[in-house]
């Protein structure tokens, strides 16, 4: 990096610290003699230019007087004849063991990569307790058994979060925040507490015994059962606007068995937690290129079992109209990629969706459909993990993921890098 670039990002940083304006600052200028940076700015400074040059800046002996001009702090942390370079990076860059973090060769888009899942014993859904008739229709859908889990939807999360970060090599420190998928957590009781607060300590205890101890967490659980895709585009969207680098994604559920069955035969919800790793970093997994959602709050009020067919004629209007968008921003018909990800319904609810979407059939991935059943807002991520380690994607082959919530829908189109 040259001085005058690095000029320039010192300089908005501090126009956006102060609110001042300060283009007559030049790279001599002492900014803390003149009063421009106090003691409160000189430390988010510091941070600032550690951040940029992907490496922490040794305090031991550290002179403010080394500290208060541009120029200066270029020539000792930046310039290609700084402790930097002679630690081995070329002008402009950084080595890896400088620091890890910003130093990897980054993507002009983010990556999902690491996919990894958990789910607990496979049960017959004769088992279910429903009625003979019902069992029946779930059968001829497709599904044989469901997961029931002994841990708990966190214990879920955590084991498989645990999975992906050994599968990128990512180290606990370089994960800037965590999007944590879930909604029966919150209602089923899965924690074995009562109260919100001890519900999130339980979720920071599982987070933090990973490593995660800087990692921002944030919560996905009002789309249902597209939780967890929703959060692949809530950590995409951190990374491409707030800077962050490595987003972990974890969607976890955990039922009672009485709260199995969706109404009314539509599938069984099985236990289970998947995972990945949203990604600034060039490398293997999938590129997103394009996200679209959609959302008819008017249906909250539908009773599925009394008015089940208003209601999906209501969403079949929403989910077509979800795939014409999406074939408007990416300019790409259904027929440009090789497989379309759904979440795992009975076979007459999953066909219903690729035909809404403008899909074939033969384009749908249904290979879990009968093993696991419906893991909830982990489907999507247990899917592509499965369609990658049987090696059926190439580079370069596209895929579509659509997940569906009670209200709400939202489409991926991803192309494996």
Not at 216 to 232: I, K
Not at 277 to 297: M, N, R, S, Y
Not at 387 to 396: C, D, F, T, V
């Amino acid at each position: 990096m040259e001085l005058k670039a690095f000029q320039d990002l010192v300089i908005a940083f501090l126009m956006r610290a102060t609110g001042r304006s300060l283009e007559q600052l030049g790279p001599d200028t002492n900014f803390v003699r003149n009063g421009v940076v106090d003691s409160a700015l000189f430390t988010q400074l510091f941070a600032f230019v550690e951040e940029l040059i992907g490496r922490k800046i040794p305090t031991r002996g550290l002179k403010v007087g080394r500290f208060d001009t541009i120029r200066k702090i270029y020539e000792d942390h930046v310039a290609p004849a700084s402790p930097a370079a002679e630690a081995g990076a070329p002008a402009g860059e950084l080595p890896l063991e400088m620091g890890g973090r910003a130093a990897a060769r980054e993507s002009a888009e983010p990556r999902v990569t690491g996919f990894a899942y958990r789910v607990g014993e496979l049960r017959p859904v004769q088992e279910l307790g429903v009625e003979p008739d019902l069992v029946e229709i779930l059968l001829a859908g497709g599904l044989e058994t469901y997961s029931r889990a002994r841990q708990t939807a966190v214990e879920l999360a955590q084991e498989a979060a645990g999975e992906t970060l050994r599968l990128t090599s990512c180290a606990p420190g370089d994960v800037d925040a965590v999007v944590f998928a879930n909604e029966s957590v919150w209602s089923d009781g899965a924690v074995g507490q009562d109260k919100a607060g001890d519900m999130r300590r339980e979720i920071y205890r599982a987070l933090h015994g990973l490593g995660l101890t800087r990692a921002y967490p944030v919560g996905a659980g009002l789309s249902g059962c597209a939780n967890m895709l929703a959060g692949v585009g809530m950590a995409r969207g951190l990374i491409l606007t707030a800077g962050l680098r490595n987003v972990l994604v974890v969607g976890s559920d955990r039922r009672a068995d009485g709260h199995r069955l969706i109404p009314p035969a539509v599938g069984v919800i099985s236990d289970g937690a998947a995972s990945c790793l949203v990604t600034a970093k060039a490398g293997p997994g999938f590129i997103v290129e394009a996200l679209c959602q959609h959302a008819d709050l008017s249906l909250h009020e539908s009773d599925l079992s009394k008015d089940f067919g208003r209601y999906l004629l209501e969403m079949g209007k929403a989910v077509k109209a979800l795939g014409e968008r999406m074939r408007e921003l990416t300019g790409r018909s259904a027929d440009a990629y090789k497989r379309l990800v759904l979440n795992n319904y009975g076979a007459s609810t999953m066909r219903m969706f690729a035909h809404q979407l403008g899909f074939r059939t033969d384009q749908m991935y249904r290979r879990n459909v009968a093993r696991l059943s419906h893991v909830a807002a982990a489907d999507i991520a247990i899917n592509l993990a499965d369609l990658e380690a049987a090696g059926e994607l190439q580079s370069g082959d596209r895929v579509m993921a659509f997940a569906s919530g009670p209200v709400s829908w939202i489409m991926v189109a991803a192309r494996k890098a």
